[in-house]
């Protein structure tokens, strides 16, 4: 039997401590399992502390569990669930009562999704392309679902093809769920694609507003954003970011200002020659900030993204200091969790990350050793 009071008082001494933290000897004689016990004890005190109440921590915990799952369907739920279970030895069930209903939404919705596009429902089967749904149980996720705001592109309109196939979807759900039915946000999601040319196929994952501008242009090949904003309903200013994606791609060519055509051919577009060779196959994150690289920004957008990268550094030297040396994929899931509270922080990918980290290297403020980063004077 383990000693709760004993367990306790190390929890709390940690908490208080965490400052004073030194990894064990390369040659100390610990057990691996006890050692990684200790570690993710460690992990989870140092959290805790930091955003000074359990409470905090339990929110930011479940607004990172929500983009996860929302930008990540088929995530593994297995994996969070252990996760989750980790989490509750330490909390209590009532503080992680949310996250719970959370992991089983996901999972009653891919039973669901499994038996709506199985077939199994004569009377509603999808006559284009299936599409798959993330029923929520909408009190108990966090609020605005953990997301940035969208609230200008939430009346986007989607092609005729897709409601469609959204209102087989929901009469498939009233079928098997009775007087239950289904409130959908078109805005959210994402959108795979297989665009055909004239000299090349290319698919991409995206969000349904990106997907539904590149629709529009199979019925007309050039438009303009006025045009398209009344299209798709939504606003021109939201719409020109968007585009740009799309431009960066070789897709679309602004011909003149503020009107847009297909590029059919690479060949017509020859400031994209440059990029053939990575177009074969591309992914884009229904969630990433599509904003242009930090060469076309502005001045004022370099300042603050300057200066956002100064908090994060912040937050890597302490956590570096307590915790020697940790891989990429760590420090970016803790800057996550802890660092980058306001939505529209987001936006740090792992690539962004690092190439933050490596110019840390250039400078010589850390080390990179076996994939682990570590301070410099360590």
């Known amino acids: 039997s383990v000693d709760d009071a004993s367990c306790n008082s190390d929890d709390e001494y940690m908490a208080d401590n965490w400052q004073k933290w030194e990894p064990d000897p390369v040659d100390a004689p610990t057990a691996p399992s006890a050692s990684k016990a200790i570690r993710s004890s460690d992990i989870v005190s140092i959290l805790v502390n930091i955003y000074e109440s359990k409470d905090l921590f339990v929110e930011e915990y479940q607004r990172l569990l929500a983009q996860k799952f929302l930008s990540n369907f088929d995530c593994n739920v297995d994996i969070e669930r252990r996760n989750l279970e980790l989490l509750t030895l330490r909390f209590g069930e009532s503080d992680l009562h949310a996250c719970e209903v959370m992991l089983q939404d996901m999972t009653s919705s891919k039973r669901l999704d499994n038996r709506i596009n199985s077939g199994e429902i004569e009377t509603h089967h999808f006559k284009q392309f299936p599409i798959k749904c993330l029923v929520l149980s909408e009190q108990f996720w966090p609020e605005k679902l953990g997301l940035p705001s969208y609230d200008e592109a939430a009346k ?37 694609l297989e665009l055909e040319f004239n000299d090349r196929k290319l698919s991409f994952t995206v969000s349904p507003i990106h997907a539904s501008i590149i629709w529009q242009f199979q019925e007309k090949k050039s438009w303009l954003i006025s045009e398209l904003s009344q299209a798709i309903s939504v606003p021109t200013q ?7 994606f799309w431009q960066n791609k070789g897709i679309l060519k602004e011909v003149k200002s503020d009107k847009f055509v297909l590029v059919e051919d690479i060949a017509d577009n020859e400031e994209s020659n440059d990029n053939v060779d990575k177009m074969n ?57 802890f660092a980058l509270q306001n939505p529209s922080s987001n936006e740090l990918s792992q690539q962004s990350l690092r190439q933050f980290l490596d110019t840390k290297v250039r400078e010589q403020k850390l080390v990179l050793s076996g994939g682990q980063y570590r301070l410099m004077n360590q």
């Open 156 to 192: 986007i309109k989607l092609p005729a093809e897709v409601d469609e196939a959204v209102e087989t979807y929901t009469k498939a759900f009233e079928t098997i769920k009775g007087s239950r039915t289904l409130f959908w946000t078109p805005y959210l999601g994402s959108v795979e």
């Open 238 to 244: 939201i719409l020109r970011r968007k585009i740009s």
């Open 281 to 337: 196959v591309e992914e884009y994150s229904a969630y990433d900030d599509d904003s242009l690289e930090i060469d076309l920004q502005s001045s004022q957008q370099r300042e603050t993204e300057e200066a956002k990268f100064k908090v994060y550094w912040s937050f890597i030297e302490n956590m570096l200091t307590n915790l020697n040396s940790l891989p990429l994929e760590r420090i970016h899931t803790m800057l996550q969790m």
